[in-house]
C-alpha cells in the first residue's frame, strides 16, 4: 500500500490517498475506500465504547451502543465547527495529567513501590494540580501552552502535599 501511495502522491503531487485516487478519477472507488475506513475505525470505537458503559452500568450493551451513536453523531457536528479550539484545549488539558503522574511518582516513589492494590480516597493535591494546569495553559497569556500547564499542575500539587503535611521524598 505504500508504494501505491508514494507513487500516486508522487505522480498526482497529493499526500491523501482519497485526493490520489480522485485525481486519477477514480471518485467512486475513493468514496468507498474513504467511508471504508472511517466505517472500520468508528465501529471498533463505538463497540468499545458501549461494552465499557455496559460494564459501568449493568445496562445491556445494545441501547448504550445506540445512545452513545447518537451522542457520538452529535458531538461529531460540533466538532467539525470547532476542531481547531478543541485541540487547543487538548493541548491545555492532557499534559497536567501525565506531569502529576510523574510528579507523583518521583516525590512518594516508596509509597508506589509497597502499594500494593489502588488506594481508595481521591488525591486530591493531583486533582488539584491538573486543573491549576489546566487554567494556567488555557488562560496565561505568554510561553508554551502545554509547558505552561505541567509547570502549573507539578508546582501545584507540590504546594498542596506541603500545604497538607505530606512530605515529598
Known sequence: MFVFGAAGGALTGKDDIFYVMKAQGLIIPALIVLGANIWTTNDNGLYNGG???SNLTGIRKKPLVIAAGILGTLVSMWLYEHFVSWL???NAALPPVGA???TEYFLNRE??????EPADEINTGALFGVIAGILAGS???WGITSVNAML?????DFIY???KGKSPA
Open 51 to 53: 461494552l465499557s458503559l
Open 88 to 90: 487547543t484545549f487538548l
Open 100 to 102: 502529576v503522574l510523574i
Open 111 to 116: 509509597v508506589f513501590l509497597k502499594e500494593t
Open 139 to 141: 488562560f496565561l497569556p
Open 152 to 156: 502549573a499542575a507539578c508546582l501545584a
Open 161 to 163: 502535599m506541603k500545604a
